[in-house]
């Protein structure tokens, strides 16, 4: 069965940054992109970035590029992405989402989703 | 502001049928398919139909996804209760390079 739990949420000033994780189990995971996935508070979802399952290849939406960085240890079968320069707008349930396959491209969908970590950004 | 477009709510009684349609562009989804994903509340989403109507396995049947030009629907017949969801589509998008969703359908079973 696959599981993936989010982890590393929490309240943060503006400015400040956080790393959230997310390990995953029930499957390989070296052979799978991943990527993160937020919901703002009563909005909808919002791909944040993503990882390949090869090479590592990483890739962000411009929203968050800059100030956001993914990355996986496959030998802890975890996904991260840490978060600087957080702002009131990076407010939202983050999700780490699995790929149906080993690249991030058109046809390799989103799968399985973890339950998500909340992230809030206010002084 | 969502790159798909889909209308904020719908609703039905149950048994009834209905849909919920998702409105892009060529570079989305009129050149690529389009997934459907379930949120019930206070839960992550799971994946619905995939590949524009194919369902994974465990999905009932009694939820159906199409797609034409720059559209695309999902119908839920025999509404149950438990359907009570909101419903996101998602597509590639070529221009973007990068999985967009729509803004999402609250769905309630009245």
């Given at each position: 069965e696959v599981q993936l739990l989010e982890s590393g949420g929490g309240l943060v000033q503006p400015g400040g940054s956080l790393r959230l994780s997310c390990a995953a189990s029930g499957f390989t995971f070296t052979s799978y992109a991943m990527s993160w996935v937020r919901q703002a508070p009563g909005k909808g979802l919002e791909w944040v970035s993503a990882i390949s399952g090869s090479d590592g290849s990483t890739y962000y939406a411009d929203s968050v590029k800059g100030r956001f960085t993914i990355s996986r240890d496959n030998s802890k079968n975890t996904l991260y992405v840490q978060m600087n320069s957080l702002r009131a707008e990076d407010t939202a349930v983050y999700y780490c989402a699995k790929h149906i396959g080993l690249i991030w491209s058109r046809g390799y969908y989103f799968d399985y989703w973890g339950q998500g970590t909340l992230v809030t950004v206010s002084s | 502001q969502s790159v798909l477009t889909q209308p904020p709510s719908a609703s039905g009684t149950p048994g009834q049928r209905v849909t919920i349609s998702c409105s892009g562009s060529s570079s989305n989804i009129g050149g690529n398919t389009v997934n459907w994903y379930q949120q019930l509340p206070g839960t992550a989403p799971k994946l619905l139909i995939y590949s524009n109507n194919q369902r994974p396995s465990g999905v009932p049947d009694r939820f159906s996804g199409s797609k034409s030009g720059t559209s695309a629907s999902l119908a839920i017949s025999?509404?149950?209760?438990?359907?009570?969801a909101d419903y996101y589509c998602a597509a590639w998008d070529d221009s973007l390079n990068a999985w967009v969703f729509g803004g999402g359908t609250k769905l309630t079973v009245l």
């Open positions: - | 025999g509404l149950q209760s438990e359907d009570e």
